[in-house]
């Protein structure tokens, strides 16, 4: 399994969800309108959550 690390750049973050929804490992989750990092460790680096953000709000981050 892929090491990776998430980071969000939440002033960025406008909390439209579309990378919640297309995580396929439920990493993670919206809290008031800003993405957070809610499984860290269930992150498999697929970089969906990086390629579909409108805002560049999250990097991906391989290790």
């Known amino acids: 399994m ?7 750049i939440e ?3 406008k909390g ?3 990378c919640v929804e297309f995580c ?3 990493v993670l989750e919206m809290d008031a309108f800003v993405v ?3 499984k860290p460790e269930a992150c498999i680096a697929c ?3 990086e390629l579909r ?3 560049f709000a999250i990097k991906v981050h391989k290790d």
């Open 2 to 8: 892929s090491s990776a690390r998430l980071e969000v």
């Open 11 to 13: 002033r960025y973050c």
């Open 16 to 18: 439209c969800n579309i």
């Open 24 to 26: 396929t490992t439920k």
């Open 36 to 38: 957070k990092v809610a």
């Open 47 to 49: 970089m969906q959550c």
């Open 53 to 55: 953000c409108p805002d």
